[in-house]
């Protein structure tokens, strides 16, 4: 069976027209109708039943098999064309957002490095919310990402790696700094400094405050995630950011949320996305590597 022939019945079939599907694929739209022909008398069978008076057809029982199983086998091969093209692909693309990253990507370089994998990753980086975009896209071979709960998505396999915890982090100085842990409805009046909404965090803290039903006073949003470690470093205004973002910094304490919010780091992967033998090594370290930090 000609793939070609398929294309044009499958364009057919979404259009409707013989004279439309020719001017999308540049051919004449005798060419249509003669690939159309090859087909039927390959399978023996008609395949559509035109209306000559209203210039329209409809499919058949065998048409609409074969539309269904057409479209089927044409993304099976531009899935093939894809998964092929990787292989002499020079750089696996790895999502990492910002805060993971720089918290799991310094030992995970060192083992890169030790197995000449460095050279092989491109780093894709933004917040998790948007990552997540990118794996299902297939703009990211494999990523790291942040969650509120376990991720649950037909269209990714993921592994949950580790989990760390929301807090409310303000300056060493700062007169909350002495807290054991803080309710939120009490800083309605303090400034915030708040990532944008690529990251996870800019939900979470809209979540808190329609939770507790509170407006603050002063909100600054940024997208860099040190511009807001120095701005609660500098007592400029409070955020809430996961633990490990902070935890090594001597100019920022994090006090834990009095509901506390788990944050789940996982390991995602498209589900249909072919893995190259580099690929299922770099996986394999960063897992490693997650888990023992």
């Known amino acids: 069976m000609n793939l070609r022939d398929l294309e044009y019945f499958n364009c057919l079939c979404q259009y409707k027209s013989f004279t439309e599907t020719a001017k999308l694929l540049y051919v004449s739209q005798p060419s249509i109708t003669m690939s159309l022909h090859r087909l039927e008398k390959e399978l023996d069978t008609e395949l559509i039943i ?15 098999i074969l539309e269904k199983h057409s479209s089927n086998i044409l993304n099976e091969i531009e899935t093939v064309k894809f998964e092929i093209s ?76 580790k989990k760390d915890a929301f807090m409310l982090c303000v300056s060493k100085d700062h007169p909350l700094s002495s807290a054991s842990n803080l309710n939120i409805k009490s800083l309605s009046k303090e400034k915030f400094i708040v990532l944008g909404d690529s990251y ?23 997208n860099e995630i040190q511009t807001a470690k120095s701005l609660i470093a500098s007592g400029l205004g409070i955020g809430i950011m996961i633990n490990m973002a902070v935890k090594n910094m001597d100019t920022i304490k994090a006090i834990p ?16 996305h072919y893995m190259t033998l580099h690929e299922k090594k770099i996986k394999s370290i960063l897992t490693e590597k997650i888990n023992n930090l």
């Open 257 to 272: 949320l009095l509901e506390p919010i788990i944050f789940y780091i996982s390991i995602v992967i498209k589900k249909d």
């Open 200 to 222: 996870l965090h800019n939900k979470v803290f809209n979540d808190i405050c329609s939770k507790n039903n509170i407006s603050p006073d002063s909100v600054y949003y940024t």
């Open 50 to 64: 035109r209306d000559h008076n209203k210039n329209k057809f409809s499919l058949t029982e065998s048409g609409k």
């Open 86 to 161: 990787k292989l002499t692909r020079n750089k696996i693309k790895l999502g990492v957002p910002p805060i993971i990253g720089a918290y799991f990507f310094p030992p995970f370089m060192k083992s890169l490095i030790k197995n000449n994998l460095a050279e092989e990753i491109q780093l894709v980086e933004t917040g998790s919310a948007a990552m997540k975009n990118l794996i299902i896209s297939g703009k990211v071979d494999m990523a790291l990402l942040g969650s509120l709960s376990p991720i649950e998505n037909s269209a990714v396999n993921s592994i949950i790696l």
